[in-house]
């Protein structure tokens, strides 16, 4: 069996702490990359994406990056999102990513547009 690497041993670790604790509320996923940021709410118990957003999307897509303003813009949206689908409570899964700078606004923004986590 292959070692994991270090990132991979904290993602595994954090899923699994989430999973313990969730009470079945759907989950908001974070990845970051270099250049992007991207969230979606999941619904585990069915096996479905509720809601998702990134820097990707096309009315966002020319004027940000990878920055804590387009982290912050990108939790409001997804939380928007989220509750339009009709979700205001999820747990948060930083995908073992610390929970600081882009995650942490994204969280914040999230936070300030409705959701509870």
């Known amino acids: 069996m292959a070692k994991l690497s270090l ?7 954090v899923r699994t702490a989430l999973k313990a604790v969730s009470g079945n509320r759907p989950r ?7 250049r992007h940021i991207y969230a ?4 585990d118990a069915a096996g479905t994406t509720v809601a998702a957003a990134s820097t990707l999307d096309k009315d966002v897509r020319g004027k940000t990056g990878a920055t804590t303003d387009a982290a912050a813009d990108v939790g409001k949206r997804v939380a928007e999102a989220a509750t339009k689908a009709g979700v205001t409570r999820v747990v948060f899964d930083r995908g073992g990513f610390l ?3 882009r995650v942490k606004a994204l969280a914040d923004a999230a936070r300030e547009a409705g959701l509870e986590f």
């Open 28 to 34: 908001l996923s974070v990845h970051r990359s270099g």
């Open 99 to 101: 929970f600081h700078g």
């Open 7 to 13: 990132f991979a041993r904290r993602r595994r670790r």
């Open 40 to 43: 979606q709410v999941i619904d």
